[in-house]
């Protein structure tokens, strides 16, 4: 018996380090940049090129700026849709368009609905305001929304499956680099 109890200790304590481990990851938004880093346990694991609101930061009601801080995926809605997939109103109408389909600006192929953590961005969640698949592929890399971060389609299928409900998310005015940790340089071996 006491076998058995030391195997569930160790198997429970391999669960809880492991799900401390994936919780860990954060995603860092860059406005400047407009640029999104995921960071796990210390590491960059993913950029991304992203646009954030053409009207600047913030997170008054009715200004479609983007809102800055601590915030937290609250929900993930696209799960097996292809890319270009469009989402309205939180539901897939069935429609997929190509990227930079020309007069078309829908949300498309995946979404992660963020909530704020802090009065500076209180009314993300109410606001809607999510990191999203765009059409309009061709202005990602400048600031072109109306308030949320968009990605290109590959981009964020590959960060929607990267990421959980919980992880934290950081909008930022300050540089990537400025959050991201520092390679260490690497030694060469000295030839005499």
């Excluded at 809880?16 to 590491?43: M, W």
């Excluded at 200004?63 to 849709?81: C, I, Q």
């Excluded at 590959?158 to 300050?174: A, D, M, Q």
Aim: aromatic content about 6%; some cysteine; charged content about 25%.
């Amino acid at each position: 018996m006491a076998k058995r109890s030391s195997l569930f200790a160790v198997v429970a304590g391999l669960l809880v380090t492991t799900a401390t481990a994936f919780a860990a990851g954060e995603i860092i938004v860059s406005v400047p940049d407009q640029e999104l880093g995921l960071v796990e346990r210390g590491k960059t694991i993913a950029r991304y090129p992203v646009s954030t609101s053409k009207f600047g930061i913030g997170d008054g009601v009715g200004t479609y700026r983007t809102p800055k801080g601590a915030m937290y995926v609250s929900e993930k809605l696209g799960d097996g849709l292809p890319a270009g997939a469009v989402i309205k109103s939180r539901i897939a109408t069935g429609e997929v368009i190509a990227a930079n389909a020309p007069g078309r600006d829908p949300i498309v192929s995946r979404l992660l609905w963020l909530r704020g953590k802090e009065g500076q961005n209180q009314h993300a969640r109410d606001r809607c305001i999510y990191i999203h698949g765009t059409a309009e592929e061709k202005l990602i890399g400048r600031r072109a929304s109306f308030g949320c971060i968009r990605m290109k389609s590959k981009d964020v299928i590959e960060l929607y499956s990267r990421v959980h409900i919980g992880t934290p998310v950081n909008i930022s005015e300050k540089r990537l680099a400025e959050f991201l940790p520092v390679e260490e340089p690497t030694l060469l071996a000295r030839q005499d």
